[in-house]
């Protein structure tokens, strides 16, 4: 059985569904605004495996440090930082059992993989520099046909006993 992602990308395009399996991998190419959301989400792996906020803050930073070359790379160190914070302050609730979080698959790599309420659950960092009050709802309803979150959804439920109905979207607005 194939993930849908996969199914509905080769059906659209399978030339393009060819060369996608050919392209650098995640923190390798993108711009600044990919490179401060790869930081995050690498600071908020080390803060959800258990290390100290402090610890992952400071990792996250040179993470970043260490991917960018930009001229701007001090100020997006600083957001950076904000962001491991902003999303480490995020009350999931104290039903919520970490079981994985950058967690390494064939293709993909999910940013937290939690149980909640008996069931599995697949919940991925979105970091945005910017969104208006007004547009927090419909940035998140954006995601609701998110191919990214259902290939992730595939995947555990490929890899567990049991199937994922739930997947969500951290929204980490810097």
């Known amino acids: ?31 600044y605004a990919r490179f401060v959301g790869s930081a995050v989400a690498e600071g908020l792996a080390i803060f ?32 950076v930082r904000r962001g491991v914070k902003l999303g480490a302050a995020t009350e999931f609730g104290p039903q919520m059992k970490v079981i994985g979080a950058e967690v390494e698959w064939d293709h993909c790599r999910p940013d937290l993989v939690a149980e909640w309420d008996d069931e599995l659950r697949v919940i991925d960092h979105k970091v ?3 969104v208006w009050p007004n547009r927090i709802q419909s940035t998140l309803e954006g995601f609701n046909s998110s ?28």
């Open 1 to 31: 059985m194939r993930s849908p992602t996969s199914v509905e990308q080769y059906m659209s395009c399978p030339r393009l569904y060819g060369l996608s399996r050919w392209m650098e991998p995640r923190n390798q190419t993108g711009g």
């Open 48 to 79: 959800y495996r258990g290390g100290s906020l402090k610890t992952a803050v400071e990792d996250a930073g040179d993470f970043f440090m260490g991917k960018y070359l930009g001229s701007d790379a001090k100020e997006g160190k600083t957001l």
């Open 128 to 130: 945005k520099m910017k």
């Open 147 to 174: 191919w990214q979150l259902a290939h992730y959804a595939y995947e555990l439920s490929t890899r567990a006993v049991q199937e994922v109905y739930h997947v969500g979207v951290h929204l980490i607005v810097l």
